[in-house]
């Protein structure tokens, strides 16, 4: 196996900087990380009783996908009570327990908020449909039917079909971007807006560092229910009515920053506070920049320039970086190259033949961008995409789209902690299959092993502590020429080259002067082989 070579020429950096700028954040899937009951489902005491493999990463913090009360029809993005912990997942008391042991561990805790929508065996909800003048009447969006009977607009949900349900309660429609089951709250209410407010601090008083704010940009909808319109023709397959359209009035509504300016101005009450927003769609640049300028919106965003990438290259790279300059007034990204709803990168990024040796450099990648880098449960491990059969998913969009859309399931897999029939996952049926392929990469096989993509993930996160410009700096050049990308970041009097060869030819390179950090794939400073990767540092 190709080995790093040691970290050299450690700087400090004494800027005073929040404890997230430059942050890695990994990112647990609670259904599939740790089940400690044995009942198929990971749980919150599992996720504790793992903690101190994550700490021993080096990451700066946890986020934990949906883990509160919920009927689970999209397993847990469905939220029937917003300050409860659902019983598959454990208790109050469990999640007071992760809390205090990840903080006892050094780790910060982020946990998902999920605004658009709730399920509808909400409270909330099921007060709003039983009338038309109940006191949360206008908590979610109701309208009239069409003279026709028809719904109120052409609007379309992510899941497929219409994105109105007809209530014979109210005798109106009520409006859903994704399932039937998850109407869409009113949040141009301002007492919705507080409602989830009091959420928010409900979690801030039980010791959480911050948020990961699901589809922001689908908070609020245009209040005349104007029809989307058509989207222009693509050479891409369209699989969902939802393709068809330009998304035009059902999110993205210019009104979601002044609701995020109320987020920032609770979350400033606390110290240290993180906020983090998903942000996708076609005008996700944009959206992103809105919701988080200047000093009075969130911390940070991410959005999808990576997760459906079909191919990572060097021009995807830069065009995201140019996405977020550093200047005044623009927010700090955040990257993801894996989440729960993206496939695994490594089975969409490269051939089987050379997964061990692209493995080092996405990670090297991940933590050589500006801003902060999101790890995915089991991405230290290398796991890849699991073929699901049909009978054994779970995944609604996939059923409902099946087979054109990839389930999201393959990505969802138990995380393998040893070479266990049940890899250690602590059920004998686990809600999903490990997959054959992944089983032989788990934890206690790469766990000390030299040359192990885990003890590499160890050291290249280490090896961005150690650099302010690795950690901080801009990127005050960003290069490509073919499969060859080149980043140049500066910071505390530190200048470094990052190159690497995203292809599978030999580039050379006649001026890579510079002291190495680290090289990966057998780089060096007067060649790159096939997927390989050098950081130098040269003078500022």
């Known amino acids: 196996m190709n080995r790093a070579s040691p970290i050299v020429n450690v700087h400090t950096d004494a800027t005073d900087l929040p404890w997230w700028k430059g942050a890695v954040i990994y990112q647990i899937y609670p259904r599939s990380f740790r089940d400690s009951n044995g009942d198929g489902i990971g749980d919150l005491p599992g996720i504790t009783e793992k903690l101190p493999h994550i700490a021993g990463l080096g990451v700066d913090a946890i986020w934990i996908s949906p883990f509160f009360k919920s009927p689970m029809k999209d397993f847990g993005y469905d939220v029937s009570d917003y300050c409860d912990v659902d019983p598959i997942f454990g208790s109050l008391t469990d999640f007071d327990a992760l809390v205090a042991r990840a903080h006892e561990l050094g780790l910060k805790v982020l946990i998902d908020q999920v605004y658009s929508h709730t399920s509808d065996e909400h409270d909330w909800f099921a007060e709003s449909r039983s009338s038309r003048d109940n006191a949360k009447a206008d908590w979610y969006v109701w309208a009239d039917a069409k003279p026709d009977g028809s719904p109120p607009s052409n609007w379309q949900s992510v899941f497929g079909g219409p994105a109105w349900t007809w209530d ?227 995944d609604p969009e996939a059923i409902a789209n099946w087979p054109l859309t990839l389930s999201r399931d393959g990505a969802r897999t138990p995380m393998p902690w040893d070479g266990s029939a049940d890899a250690g996952f602590g059920s004998s049926q686990p809600w999903l299959p490990v997959g054959d392929e992944n089983l032989g990469k788990a934890v206690s096989a790469q766990d000390g092993a030299a040359g192990s993509l885990l003890e590499f993930t160890r050291q290249a996160i280490a090896l961005r502590k150690a650099n302010p410009a690795l950690h901080h700096g801009p990127v005050v050049a960003c290069k490509h020429d073919g499969d060859l990308l080149e980043l140049v970041r500066e910071a505390g009097g530190q200048r470094l080259r990052c190159r690497f060869n995203l292809g599978a030819g030999t580039i050379a390179c006649e001026d890579c002067d510079g002291q190495p950090l680290i090289a990966i794939g057998g780089a060096s400073a007067t060649a790159l082989p096939p997927y390989s990767a050098i950081i130098l540092e040269t003078a500022a």
């Not at 971007?177 to 301002?190: E, I, R, V």
């Open 168 to 394: 014979a309660r109210r005798g109106q429609y009520y409006l859903h971007n994704f399932l039937n089951s998850q109407p869409q709250m009113n949040l141009h209410n301002p007492q919705v807006q507080q409602a989830v407010l009091d959420v928010m601090r409900f979690w801030l008083e039980r010791g959480v560092d911050g948020f990961r704010i699901d589809a922001l940009n689908f908070a609020m909808h245009d209040p005349q229910l104007r029809d989307n319109p058509p989207a222009p023709a693509t050479d891409r397959q369209r699989t969902r009515p939802f393709d068809f359209q330009l998304k035009t009035y059902n999110q993205s509504h210019p009104d979601i920053p002044a609701f995020i300016e109320r987020i920032r101005a609770l979350t400033d009450e606390y110290d240290g506070v993180f906020t983090v927003a998903e942000v996708g769609g076609d005008d996700a640049e944009r959206e992103m920049k809105a919701f988080t300028e200047g000093e009075s919106h969130l911390n940070s965003a991410y959005g999808f320039n990576f997760l459906y990438a079909e191919k990572l290259t060097p021009t995807l790279v830069c065009s995201a970086l140019a996405e977020w300059p550093d200047e005044d007034g623009i927010g700090w990204p955040s990257w993801a190259f894996e989440n729960h709803d993206a496939p695994r990168a490594l089975s969409r990024w490269c051939a089987p033949q050379d997964r061990d040796g692209f493995a080092r450099l996405k990670v090297l990648l991940l933590i050589s961008l500006r801003g902060n880098a999101i790890l995915y449960y089991g991405e230290e491990l290398g796991l890849t995409q699991v073929d699901i059969p049909f009978d054994q998913l779970h």
